[in-house]
């Protein structure tokens, strides 16, 4: 058996080149999924506060934006829109409107920039006027099985405006079968489904819910839907059904505090399993940046490293472009 002096683990980390030889990971920007977020308008930009570096975009600048991630080698976008609060309601129609941000803004990216792919986020919080993700009841309950027929139509909804990536981030049981059903009744094969089939209850949420304009209106929390923090066995069950349903990846969410899910998963199941690096999450290290605590690069590269040593194929972040800048220098 060998041992010290002969074997020196130090030895294969002594020079640059030998160190990027012997890596067991890699991090490229194929790994990265970046999170937009639609405002209505044209020309418009606006910071969000709580997420310092991070817009909401008019369609224009969607439009833009998708270009300067398909330079920088980042193979897909996610959508997410700021609906008008004249169109926010009880029931969340405007989610079903052919016309509504989310799909005027895919119609477009996928006529100006078709090589990038699609993402799009099926739940009803950011057209709802109580920001619950799904139909509340006289109790306040979110009631399941008509919310998820109401997320079906969603989904046919987006995939009609050219959505290549569809993905409830609802947590309803029983939506993703009842989506692949009824993607396959219309005839649309090929379009994926990426669950969020591990969603926790989270407080990592917040600046997300300003960029939607859904946290001032938010009544209560979303613990009768979202996972318990406390629980990793039942997010096995989760992606079980998922799997079983349709999915064809399933993601875990928020990232770093779930790291061990990640791993869980991808042990048990080998499917394509991703991660979302949450707008908690990415304003934690600005926040650290900002108060001279830590350094963005270094951060940001080795917390989406991360995700790939765990398990992932990919990451959600908002530091995606950022990143892949990085990595593509
Ligand atoms: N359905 C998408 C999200 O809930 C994103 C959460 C975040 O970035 O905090
Ligand atoms: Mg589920």
């Known amino acids: 058996m060998s041992h010290y002096p002969a074997l020196r683990l130090r030895r294969t980390r002594s020079t640059p080149w030998s160190r990027r030889l012997h890596a067991e990971t890699v991090l490229t920007p194929a790994d990265l999924i970046w999170p937009l ?12 506060a709580t997420l310092p570096g991070v817009s909401r ?20 976008i996610a959508l997410f829109p700021n609906t008008p609060p004249h169109l ?28 990038i792919g699609v993402l799009t986020d099926v739940a009803l919080d950011p057209y709802t006027a109580h920001g ?5 009841d006289a109790a306040g309950y979110v009631v399941n099985d008509t919310t998820a027929e109401m997320l079906v139509g969603q989904a046919l909804n987006q995939a009609a405006a050219g959505a290549d990536i569809i993905a409830p981030s609802d947590m309803m049981d029983g939506r993703i079968g009842q989506i692949r059903d009824a993607l396959e009744g219309e005839g649309r094969v090929n379009v994926q489904i990426m669950s969020y089939a591990a969603k926790y209850a989270s407080g990592f949420y917040g600046p997300f819910r300003d960029a939607v304009g859904s946290r001032g209106l938010l009544k209560g929390d979303k613990k009768t839907y979202q996972m318990d923090s406390a629980n990793a066995e039942e997010a096995l069950r989760e992606v079980a059904l998922d799997l079983a349903e349709g999915a064809d990846s399933v993601m875990v969410k928020p990232g770093l505090p779930y790291l061990d899910i990640i791993l869980r998963v991808k042990t048990e199941f080998q499917v394509p399993v991703f991660a979302y690096q ?9 926040a650290a940046v900002a108060a001279g605590v830590a350094e963005r690069d270094p951060v940001v590269l080795e917390t989406l490293i991360a995700f790939k040593r765990a398990g992932c194929s990919g990451v959600l972040t908002y530091h995606a472009l950022h990143a892949a800048r990085l990595l593509g220098a």
């Open 57 to 76: 975009w008019s369609i224009d600048g969607i439009v833009a934006r998708a270009k300067e991630a398909r330079d920088a080698g980042i193979p897909c």
């Open 278 to 286: 949450v707008s908690g999450e990415y304003a934690m290290i600005e």
């Open 132 to 136: 619950h993700d799904g139909l509340v």
């Open 88 to 115: 926010r309601s009880d029931d969340g129609r405007e989610a079903l409107n052919p016309d509504n941000l989310m799909c005027r803004a895919t119609r477009a990216l996928k006529d100006a920039v078709p090589e």
């Open 37 to 48: 977020f639609i405002a209505e308008g044209q020309g418009i930009e606006e910071p969000i």
